[in-house]
């Protein structure tokens, strides 16, 4: 339509290091991370040295492939196409087995998105992360940034473990999503390993349906 510029829907920008979290994380989850010696929770699908991973032009200088916002910003945004890009980061926190863990890691995660992408450039709108493992903690989450328009989906991953509450109720089965307002769902492949992925290099997501499981549910408006 006239007037209406394109967005692109699938930028997926990268945690450089997981010390970047830090600053957003909680003392007692900053000493797990350090006592625990996890190195990050890269995606495992985009191997860092295949051509596909990243356009050669995002490889820039010593910094992992879409770490920049800068560079994102010229490579998606100032080019003549996109008029706004929806950042879909992959970093695979969805995959630690403990679940105050992985609410925490979330949490900061978005925060960190928040502050180092959002805030670089109006066109940047994001994703919200949760952990799935705790399907209460993870509608707090959605609730927490539902107020900020910057945020305009959730990102549930296809592949992330079933919501099971089995360490609260001793049952195996899953557990139902809590409503958690008008919020669509995206699905990923996530796994977690050492790869990123460039945000330079713009595709459209494959994976375009929410699965229809207790765990990638999306509230109606």
Request: proline content about 13%.
């Amino acid at each position: 339509m006239p007037g209406l510029a394109p967005i692109d829907c699938d930028v997926h920008p990268a945690v450089p290091e997981l010390s970047a979290l830090f600053p957003f994380l909680p003392d007692r989850w900053v000493d797990q991370c350090v006592e625990t010696g996890v190195e990050g929770f890269d995606p495992a699908f985009y191997p860092p040295g295949a051509p596909l991973s990243a356009s050669p032009e995002s490889r820039q200088g010593a910094a992992p492939p879409g770490t920049d916002p800068d560079l994102v910003r010229a490579h998606v945004l100032d080019r003549p196409g996109a008029g706004h890009a929806v950042l879909n980061c992959l970093y695979a926190v969805q995959a630690l087995h403990d679940p105050e863990w992985s609410t925490a890691m979330a949490a900061a995660l978005n925060d960190w998105l928040a502050a180092r992408w959002l805030a670089a450039d109006p066109r940047f709108r994001g994703s919200i992360v949760v952990a799935l493992r705790d399907p209460a903690a993870a509608a707090g989450e959605i609730a927490r940034l539902a107020g900020d328009p910057r945020f305009v989906q959730v990102l549930l991953p296809a592949a992330a473990p079933p919501c099971w509450d089995s360490a609260r109720s001793g049952r195996s089965t899953p557990r139902p999503w809590p409503r958690a307002g008008r919020w669509r769902s995206t699905p990923a492949w996530v796994a977690p390993t050492r790869s990123r992925r460039s945000a330079g290099r713009r595709t459209t997501s494959r994976t375009t349906r929410a699965r229809r499981s207790p765990c990638s549910r999306s509230s109606p408006a």
